[in-house]
DNA sequence: AACGCGGGGTC
DNA sequence: GACCCAGCGTT
């Protein structure tokens, strides 16, 4: 094999990474409980998503064994609206585990890591890189745009050899002394630099001088990847049901979608008033009025929600609805964590609670 | 290898 | 609208 162009990289990408890397929280001071965190919320998040997440989460459980004991209730609150909730879930397993059978201390390992519920290649290799200087590279999507460009590479990057390929290639050329530098700096290009879809900025890029994307003038269409498949469309109808001033929330199962989030009762199909009506009257509802919300959309990865929202006004507390609470205003917000697909409706509770 | 799993930013 | 993002676990 040619002598790979890879190994150019390092030299320029630390020197513009040195001027360059952004200020951010779990930076400051890497201690691996700090890098395991925020690489789990930084899985499919964006960092300015993740920072407020971040410090909120550190405050109010600095410690493995802090998170190890929290109440699930707790983690999906401090979760709330970030997404993706099997991740504290699984990090909330991973930190009994590392209490259990690694005396608090997240092991030093590449291997050990992987074990772990939550922390999959690319985890593996930042915490291990970042946290503890182990040399194991970090293959993210930044890093495969970038590489792809650099490389000019037309491979499918979401295939599993592709992502093979780029990691063992990085490993041979990892700056044994600043492997948590390098794996972060390749990724903080991409973020800043290298950036998606016709926004790249080659002119600021430390790189473009043994770019073979820009060279041959196709970064722009790189990297290539596979079609998404398209969503489905489910029509629901959302209930906001009002009784002696609190709010009636049910709380979803353990498997699927929002997975443990409390949620607004509602049901399949899009319901006009009528049959609104009807259907909690079958239910056992004593109903005083029914006040329409409005439609409302909301875009998940895989299904697109169209939601028909009433405000509904019971007589009595007495309604049942399988794994139901009646909540106060302030409950709901302090207490329960509700997925920020409800938003629309959840918005207009203070209102409803006032006629 | 394909699929389910959130939410927000950008053009 | 479409695309993308510091991916992982399940099937």
Partial sequence: MEQDLLCKIPGPLLAWYDKNARVLPWRQDPQPYYVWVSEIMLQQTRVEAVKPYF???ITAL???AALAEAPEEQLLKLWE???YYNRVRNLHKAAKIVMENYHGQLPADFETLLTLPGIGKYSAGAIASIAYGIPMPAVDGNVLRVTARVLASEEDITKEQVIYDISSRLQKILPRDRVGDFNQALMELGALICLPVGKAQCLLCPLRHLCRGYEQGIYMELPKKAPKKQRRI???????IISQQRVLI???GEKGLLAGLWELPNTQ???DETQCREY???RGAKINKIVSLGKAKHIFSHVEWHMTGYGVYLEEENFPWEDAVWASARELGESY???????AYTGQIKKLLCE
Avoid: I
């Fill in 55 to 57: 410090d909120r989460f």
């Fill in 62 to 64: 600095p410690t493995v």
């Fill in 81 to 83: 609206g970030l997404g």
């Fill in 234 to 240: 489910e029509d629901r109808t959302v209930f906001v």
């Fill in 250 to 252: 049910a709380k979803r």
């Fill in 269 to 271: 199909g899009a319901m």
């Fill in 280 to 282: 909690l009257f079958l």
């Fill in 337 to 343: 964590a509700l997925p920020t697909a409800f938003k």
